[in-house]
């Protein structure tokens, strides 16, 4: 059974580009919740999905990031227009309703240039 | 609102010994659940235990035990027989309300160091 999906797995960008992380969660699980990790900041939480309706979207950072699920299976997360402190690892994590615990992707390790 | 504290950024343990990583906890919700994860160098999160705050016993799953202490707001996870492979970076997490759907809230974390 395939866990959760992101992708692409490393993106170099230049400052000013738009940048598009993408996840797919586990069959069955209605949560999604994008996180980002950096060493100073730590293990972020931007937004989450319930039945793919954003919930809370405080920790978004600016309205340079924005992030959609249009159905069950797919989420993206987009930065437009991506600064350097925007580098980070962006974690997808997916969760059953009546479960505990997430599940987490492999993470996307974004660098803007 | 939330807040999870993990006070210890560093931990050494001697190889097949037991350590405890401290976590305590903030919340005004009765109805809450408390996570570990682990995060080797290779970077992937992985689940190790689960407390839920009606639970009456502590969570235990094989070598990890979570030491839930709900009067001081702590849920601290022990590793007994450190391995090797043990050394890595562990968070606490808390998420209220019941479910899979809620906000969760992680700590800052405490790196593990395995010493053979």
């Known amino acids: 059974d395939a866990g959760v999906i992101q992708s692409p797995r490393h993106e170099v960008t230049e400052m000013g580009q738009e940048v598009t992380l993408r996840c797919k969660p586990i069959s069955g699980h209605n949560s999604l919740f994008w996180y980002r990790q950096t060493m100073m900041r730590g293990l972020e939480l931007l937004i989450y999905f319930n039945n793919n309706v954003p919930i809370d979207d405080s920790g978004m950072p600016e309205d340079r990031f924005s992030a959609k699920m249009p159905n069950a299976s797919f989420s993206t997360l987009k930065i437009q227009p991506s600064e350097p402190r925007d580098s980070a690892v962006y974690f997808c994590a997916s969760s059953t309703p009546m479960g505990g615990e997430q599940f987490f992707g492999p993470g996307t390790r974004l660098t803007v240039l | 609102a939330q807040k999870i504290t993990q006070t210890q950024p560093g931990m050494f343990v001697q190889e097949k010994e037991a350590v405890t990583l401290d976590c305590t906890y903030d919340?005004?919700?009765?109805?809450?659940?408390l996570f570990w994860y682990k995060q080797p160098s290779s970077g992937e999160m992985i689940f190790l235990i689960y407390q839920g705050s009606y639970d009456q016993q502590n969570a235990t799953e094989g070598r990890y035990s979570l030491n839930f202490q709900k009067a001081r707001k702590s849920a601290n996870l022990v590793i007994s027989a450190s391995q090797l492979g043990d050394s890595a970076m562990y968070f606490c997490?808390?998420?209220?309300?019941?479910?899979?759907?809620?906000?969760?809230?992680f700590g800052a974390g405490t790196r593990l160091f395995v010493k053979a």
């Open positions: 919340t005004s919700d009765p109805s809450y659940g």
């Open positions: 997490a808390m998420r209220e309300g019941q479910g899979g759907g809620f906000k969760t809230i």
